[in-house]
């Protein structure tokens, strides 16, 4: 019996081009976030072109202040989904801990103690998320969404239903600048870059797409997933607090409302829009940041154009669903 050796291929099939290759366009496609991109410059091209203040030095600062808290909670976020799990309370967590801040800093204490004090409390508070969801295997979905309403009436306790303010305290970090830039705006960017690092470049990182990917292939392979699980929960509590003293510094008070589930909401489709699976297994901080600067861009040019409230929901929802579909397009393409 004899084989016979498969054909040679032919030059046709050697030769022929690889996919994508001289279509520009499809190309332009197959880079990573293209949808999200032409959706952000469409909608600062059209902003632009209806009012003059939009593109104003002034207003392009106010933009990247009022994007900073959402950006820090959002980089947390993202490592975290990026690893299979998800953390609703993230934005009350910041809440509560814009809420004691305010009464530690009003009844007379330091700010230094202040700021020890809250970072501690949310700290705290991402690990006893981390410890529901890792040990008890509720859902985290349903495990952080009771945390936030829980939450949310703990800062309606420590505050007493009352507006606190803290004077001049923290009045540096939330409205002045440094180099041209908000200081806001550099803490953010040092939360992005050291979590894009760790992302790309680490074993801490890795095991988070590990994780995220194949919970259970990631231990079999080594990964100690109840203690990395538990550690990424830790750390979004831990900017949930820097996020939460970042509102406080900016806004100079803390009163009932302030953070919550639609600073949590904002954040988290920033994240999606990104390009972070909500099955996990995959995400890239990029993304997040674009998926930032498109909600803050949306909701600024709308309040520019004087746009009626009852349609500001509708019109950045609409934003979203089509950021969202092109980035998806744009996926299918790549793959």
Same mark, same amino acid.
């Given at each position: 019996?004899s084989?016979k050796?498969p054909p040679?291929?032919s030059?046709?099939?050697?030769?022929a081009?690889?996919p994508?290759?001289?279509?520009p366009?499809?190309?332009?496609?197959?880079?990573?976030h293209?949808?999200l991109?032409?959706v952000l410059?469409?909608v600062v091209?059209y902003?632009?072109?209806?009012?003059d203040s939009?593109?104003?030095?002034?207003?392009v600062?106010?933009?990247?202040r009022q994007? =900073? /808290? !959402?950006?820090?909670i #959002? $980089?947390g @976020?993202?490592?975290?989904m990026t690893a299979g799990?998800?953390?609703?309370s993230?934005?009350?967590?910041? =809440? /509560? !801990?814009t809420?004691v #801040? $305010?009464q @530690?800093?009003?009844?007379?204490?330091?700010t230094t103690y202040?700021?020890?004090?809250?970072?501690?409390?949310?700290t705290?508070i991402g690990?006893?998320?981390?410890a529901?969801?890792t040990?008890?295997?509720?859902a985290p979905?349903v495990?952080?969404l009771?945390?936030?309403?829980?939450?949310?009436g703990v800062?309606l306790?420590v505050?007493d239903?009352?507006a606190?303010s803290i004077?001049t305290?923290?009045f540096s970090?939330?409205?002045?600048?440094t180099?041209g830039?908000p200081?806001?705006l550099?803490v953010?960017?040092?939360?992005l870059?050291?979590?894009?690092v760790?992302?790309?470049?680490t074993v801490?990182?890795?095991d988070?797409?590990?994780?995220?990917?194949?919970?259970?292939?990631a231990?079999l392979?080594?990964?100690?997933?109840?203690?990395h699980?538990?550690?990424l929960y830790?750390?979004?509590g831990?900017l949930?607090g820097l996020?939460g003293l970042?509102?406080l510094?900016?806004?100079?008070?803390s009163?009932?409302?302030?953070?919550?589930?639609?600073?949590q909401?904002?954040?988290?489709a920033?994240?999606?829009?990104?390009?972070?699976?909500?099955?996990?297994?995959q995400?890239?901080?990029?993304g997040?940041v674009?998926g930032v600067?498109?909600?803050g861009?949306?909701?600024?040019a709308?309040?520019?154009?004087q746009v009626?409230?009852?349609?500001?929901t509708?019109s950045?929802?609409?934003?979203l669903?089509?950021a969202?579909?092109?980035?998806?397009f744009?996926?299918?393409?790549?793959?």
């Amino acid at each position: 019996m004899s084989l016979k050796a498969p054909p040679e291929p032919s030059d046709l099939t050697t030769s022929a081009p690889a996919p994508g290759t001289g279509n520009p366009l499809r190309t332009l496609r197959g880079l990573p976030h293209t949808g999200l991109v032409v959706v952000l410059i469409l909608v600062v091209t059209y902003a632009s072109l209806q009012t003059d203040s939009f593109a104003s030095d002034n207003n392009v600062l106010n933009i990247l202040r009022q994007v =900073s /808290v !959402t950006a820090v909670i #959002a $980089a947390g @976020l993202t490592l975290l989904m990026t690893a299979g799990g998800m953390d609703f309370s993230m934005g009350s967590n910041a =809440s /509560v !801990t814009t809420a004691v #801040a $305010a009464q @530690l800093i009003a009844h007379g204490h330091s700010t230094t103690y202040a700021v020890v004090v809250s970072m501690l409390l949310a700290t705290a508070i991402g690990l006893v998320n981390g410890a529901v969801v890792t040990f008890t295997n509720v859902a985290p979905f349903v495990a952080t969404l009771a945390s936030a309403t829980l939450l949310d009436g703990v800062a309606l306790l420590v505050l007493d239903g009352q507006a606190v303010s803290i004077g001049t305290k923290l009045f540096s970090l939330g409205n002045n600048s440094t180099l041209g830039l908000p200081n806001l705006l550099i803490v953010a960017i040092a939360v992005l870059a050291v979590t894009a690092v760790v992302m790309r470049f680490t074993v801490y990182g890795r095991d988070a797409y590990a994780i995220g990917g194949n919970e259970h292939v990631a231990r079999l392979s080594g990964i100690n997933v109840s203690l990395h699980k538990l550690s990424l929960y830790g750390l979004t509590g831990a900017l949930s607090g820097l996020a939460g003293l970042m509102l406080l510094s900016r806004l100079g008070a803390s009163s009932p409302g302030t953070g919550g589930l639609t600073l949590q909401l904002t954040a988290v489709a920033a994240v999606v829009i990104g390009g972070t699976a909500l099955a996990g297994g995959q995400g890239t901080v990029i993304g997040t940041v674009l998926g930032v600067l498109l909600l803050g861009v949306v909701a600024n040019a709308l309040n520019l154009l004087q746009v009626s409230s009852y349609f500001q929901t509708i019109s950045v929802g609409a934003v979203l669903l089509i950021a969202a579909i092109a980035n998806q397009f744009q996926k299918a393409s790549r793959h």
